[in-house]
């Protein structure tokens, strides 16, 4: 794993959201950690597990990504950490969150649970960050039909993190930390190494899919598609596209069920967005007047069906119902 994903130590876990919360554990993060609300509710939910109150911040209209731009303005002497997230795989500005984490003495979390295999310039965008996180669900373009991952740099946070994940023991007789049990197990290892061999072509069937979509997509009025980022070796673990309703003559909303009623199903991902659910809509950061972009977004975003077995009669399935 560690060298198909380029990265120099990895601890396998049971699923995506164990590995966000033991990181905080094994980092000790308290207080107040800057992320965004752009994201699948794990993300979040990780710090409030850790007694942790997140602080939102805006995201990047054009990536879906924490606006470093945002970043300082938000950062209170509670702060201790940022976890942004590479959202459809998309990478981060890393340099700009990094020189802001250096300048304040924060760490930095990456949820990078859909970016397996995400390079920038031939180097993992997992190695950024003091850590990242995996998801191996069913629903990623690499599974272990539950599991994750932590890449770290150094083996001491390496043995940390396997201690954490194993109630702590270090040994048959030691424990060394209050751990939990979130260990990958041999079943799922299993299956993950024979998946392994393939994902590499899985990639490429996606990306062909996603080439099609594009191709077919790019001229129809109201639809924005995303197109592929210079130096990024890109996953195509999600193909989003964008409805603007008075150009497209429905809203999303009216395109998502039209699509279910075809029998295709896409998603609202990520719709709605973690800062209206009870949990955390009572935050100051929560408003919506704090994060524009971030409803502009999940209002009007739908994820195609994307999988590398798509047909070029699924794709046209699919592109029959969006395009009039
Ligand atoms: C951005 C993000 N973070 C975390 C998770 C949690 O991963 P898991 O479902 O494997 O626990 C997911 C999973 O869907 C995700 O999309």
Redesign the pocket.
């Known amino acids: 794993m560690c060298e198909y994903l380029k990265v120099p130590y990895i601890s396998l876990f049971t699923?995506?959201?164990?590995p966000?919360i033991t990181s905080l554990q094994a980092l000790r993060i308290t207080g107040e950690v800057i992320t965004t609300p752009y994201?699948?509710v794990?993300?979040t939910h990780?710090l409030w597990w850790n007694g942790i109150k997140p602080v939102f911040v805006d995201i990047d209209p054009k990536t879906g990504n924490l606006d470093p731009n945002r970043i300082e303005a938000a950062i209170t002497p509670q702060t201790t950490a940022i976890m942004p997230?590479h959202?459809y795989g998309c990478p981060c500005r890393t340099k700009e969150i990094q020189d802001i984490a250096d300048k304040y003495g924060l760490k930095v979390i990456y949820?990078a649970?859909?970016a397996f295999g995400v390079e920038v310039d031939g180097k993992s965008i997992l190695n950024e960050g003091d850590v990242a996180?995996l998801?191996?669900?069913a629903?990623?373009v690499y599974n272990t039909i539950?599991?994750?991952a932590l890449v770290m740099h150094d083996a001491k946070m390496k043995q940390r993190i396997d201690y954490l994940k194993n109630f702590g023991f270090a040994n048959e007789v030691e424990v060394v930390a209050p751990g939990i049990n979130s260990k990958m197990d041999e079943i799922r290892s299993a299956y993950g190494l024979i998946n392994l061999k393939q994902v590499n072509q899985s990639i490429e069937a996606r990306h062909q899919v996603a080439i099609q979509y594009r191709e077919a997509l790019k001229d129809v009025p109201g639809i924005t598609v995303w197109n592929d980022i210079p130096g990024v070796r890109h996953n195509y673990s999600y193909f989003p596209i964008f409805v603007d309703e008075k150009a497209y003559g429905i809203s999303r909303d009216e395109l998502y069920f039209k699509m279910r009623d075809h029998q295709v199903w896409g998603r609202r991902y990520f719709y709605p967005l973690i800062s209206t659910f009870s949990t955390y809509r009572g935050l100051e950061s929560a408003r919506p007047d704090n994060l524009p972009n971030a409803y502009r977004m999940a209002s009007t975003v739908i994820c195609l069906p994307m999988h590398h077995e798509l047909t070029r009669d699924d794709i046209q399935r699919v592109l029959d119902v969006i395009i009039r």
Not at 15 to 18: C, I, S, Y
């Open positions: 699923n995506g959201t164990l966000l994201s699948f794990a993300t990780s997230v959202v949820d649970a859909h996180t998801s191996f669900h629903t990623k539950e599991g994750g």
